[in-house]
């Protein structure tokens, strides 16, 4: 007995942090992580060119190493806590389900930073996770079989694998099985060296990381720490609130004049549709022949910008002619909240119908409500459409062509009134399949997703000449005003970012905008049409709609300005990124300012002489100019902010 004793004073009194079988335990499963996270990260820093030598390289992976260690010595931590019974059942359960959940989130980081050159957030987590019938289809669009074996493995692994490599290491090391059962006080001061060190690992992670410019600083820190500290963000800010009477848009009113008509409004928004890739911007690219043959009998704008790129941020702007919500909570405050009296609803008041049609499900961010709550009184969406004959044109749309029929019989059964019709296509959309059983395909460039993507927009022209078409058989043409325009653009890489939402660059806030009055040409035809070089955006619409039909607008000094008027040219025009804190940006005559809050340093561009926004001059200008432009746009941001609540 007195020889047990001594072997135990031997040994000391407290016992190590953890036992043999222990370490093995954790490192057989931590060890694994740790470096998938970092050959994740690792291929993405040399697939995009970002590390620009070893020690940029390390310093955008520096936030993973530190997170990775840390999150190590916390499981250290806790497993020396619970040494036995329940509560060493409850961490090892969250120990297993824990480490997954982090592994996916890495995974769909990595994946999501593939596809789009952006960061995932917690915002976007948590659509994925409360809208999956709207979401889905995104995601199955870019999940392959390697991705779902890869998935299955890792959960495989990460439930039965340390049990098997621990029985494995000990039968090999001949431990017995009740080695280290012995009862010992653990080391209080040593347990605690662990914490503060686990503690340090953690928040030095979530320090602002120090890559080169052309790597996000969202991106430089670890994917899990990232996510972790948008949704830590959110906790901490404003409190959810209702719009006021002082945060309010100023309430419009039509007033008609001496020369208002009850014409038809057609407005076509054409989706994922960049200025730069229409013919009537760009004539070396003929993706849209009878666009530019309509905008040669139209009002174009030659610089139109979208404030959000994002769908339904764009029809609020447009149908209201009020500023959007500038991020995706926002725009789930629309499904259930009238943001204002819009387009649809004065035009009701003077006897209008109105109704709304896409090519796409509806079940994305809930777009019934969203429209209703816009003011238009019917929607038809692709669940209400034959489909039959047609093929798909993204994962949730099919051809445009689709929306003709219904569009023909909603015309022939309200005809008696004047109306106000919407149209949004769909063809272009993420992840361009571009039909071609009815149009074929035209090779407009090697590159197969770009190539795609024109084709689509190609697809897109054929419906509008159709749909032109359909409007004049009917004998609606000459009593009907159009106006088309692009929701949103679409990056292709120009600036290491694809698809829209958070792409502040001309490719993606860039759009396409005609007004067609048919009664311009009159009987004698039309030579030419005319242009508007002084930076528009989506608010305009509204107040150029009511100057169409020869309404005054009243109350509307904040919803932009009419095209068929000298549009000020000293104004300034907003936009922002869709994910919160993440980008916004000014335009103000030819000058461009962005601001990326702590993501990257802030961008000045000459557009008259840097088109493409490859030299940053925000070095070269005066600190107190860039100081204004700033403040500007955050106050911009958080006023809209207040009128939609977080």
């Known amino acids: 007995m007195a020889s047990g004793n001594n072997n135990l004073e031997t040994r000391g009194v407290s016992r190590a942090l953890l036992s043999r079988r222990d370490w093995v335990y954790l490192l057989s499963l931590l060890v ?12 993405l820093i040399f697939s995009q060119a970002l590390s620009q030598g070893l020690v940029k390289g390390l310093q955008l992976i520096s936030s993973d190493i530190l997170f990775d260690l840390g999150y190590t010595l916390l499981w250290v931590g806790l497993f020396s806590v619970a040494s036995k019974g329940l509560l060493r059942f409850i961490v090892t359960c969250l120990f297993h389900t824990i480490t997954f959940l982090m592994a996916l989130i890495t995974t769909s980081a990595y994946q999501y930073f593939k596809v789009t050159g952006s960061a995932l957030d917690s915002d976007l987590i948590l659509l994925w996770l409360t809208s999956p019938e709207g979401t889905g289809g995104a995601i199955a669009s870019e999940f392959s079989l390697g991705l779902l074996v890869l998935l ?3 959960l495989v692994y990460a439930a039965l694998g340390p049990a098997l490599v621990t029985r494995s290491v ?3 090391g001949g431990w017995a099985d009740t080695e280290d059962t012995r009862m010992a ?3 209080w001061l040593r347990l605690a060296g662990v914490g503060l060190a686990a503690y340090a690992m953690f928040s030095f992670s979530l320090l602002p990381g120090a890559g080169p410019a052309s790597a996000s600083k969202f991106f430089s820190q670890d994917a899990f720490a990232s996510v972790a500290r948008t949704a830590a963000a959110k906790v901490e800010g404003k409190e959810p609130g209702d719009i006021t009477a002082q945060d309010s848009p100023p309430e419009a009113s039509l007033l008609p004049t001496a020369g208002a008509e009850r014409r038809n409004v057609v ?5 994922s549709t960049r200025e730069r890739s229409v013919t009537p911007y760009n004539k070396d690219l003929e993706t849209t022949p009878f666009l530019d043959e309509l905008a040669k009998s139209s009002l174009l704008a030659d610089r139109a910008y979208t404030l959000v790129p994002h769908t339904h941020n764009a029809l609020t702007a447009t149908n209201c002619g009020i500023d959007p919500p500038l991020d995706r909570p926002g725009v789930a405050t629309l499904a259930f909240r ?9 035009l009701g008041e003077r006897g209008y119908n109105s109704v709304y049609f896409m090519s796409q ?3 994305f961010e809930k777009s019934p409500e969203i429209l209703k709550n816009l003011g238009y009184k019917e929607f038809y969406s692709l669940e209400s459409m034959d489909t039959e004959g047609f093929e798909q044109s993204s994962y949730f749309g099919y051809e445009d062509d689709i929306m003709l029929e219904p569009s023909k019989k909603w015309l022939q059964e309200n005809n008696n009134k004047p109306f106000l019709a919407a149209y949004l296509t769909g063809a272009p959309h993420h992840d361009y399949l571009a039909p071609e059983k009815r149009y074929g395909r035209v090779e407009f460039t090697e590159d197969d ?3 795609r993507y024109l084709n689509s927009i190609r697809n897109q022209d054929f419906f509008l000449k159709k749909l032109f078409d359909q409007y004049k058989e009917l004998g609606l043409y000459e009593d009907t005003v159009f106006v088309v325009l692009g929701d949103h653009g679409e990056a292709f890489g120009e600036h290491d970012r694809y698809q829209h939402d958070n792409v502040p660059y001309e490719e993606g806030l860039r759009v396409p905008l005609l007004v067609h009055d048919p009664r311009w040409c009159g009987n004698s035809g039309c030579e030419s049409g005319w242009s508007i070089e002084t930076p528009v955006n989506q608010l305009d619409i509204f107040p150029t709609v009511a100057d169409l039909l020869g309404y005054r607008l009243e109350g509307g000094s904040d919803r932009g300005s009419s095209l068929l008027s000298p549009v000020p040219e000293d104004r300034t025009l907003m936009t922002s990124c869709l994910a919160d804190d993440w980008c916004v940006a000014s335009v103000k005559g030819t000058e461009k300012y962005i601001y990326h809050f702590d993501n990257q340093p802030e961008e000045f561009f000459d557009l008259s002489k840097d088109p493409g926004e490859r030299k940053n001059l925000a070095e070269e200008r005066d600190a107190e100019e860039l100081e204004e432009r700033r403040s500007e746009l955050l106050e911009w941001s958080a006023r809209v902010d207040s009128r939609y609540g977080p």
Request: with cysteine; glycine share 0%.
């Open 449 to 451: 997703l770009l190539n």
């Open 152 to 154: 299955i493995a890792i």
């Open 361 to 363: 499900r509806a079940n």
């Open 338 to 346: 009238k943001p204002a009296t819009c387009l649809a609803d004065l």
């Open 32 to 43: 694994p992580f740790l470096i998938y996270d970092l050959v994740l990260k690792s291929s």
């Open 185 to 187: 006080s653990i080391s």
């Open 170 to 172: 000990a039968r090999r």
């Open 267 to 271: 407005l076509i928004f054409l989706e």
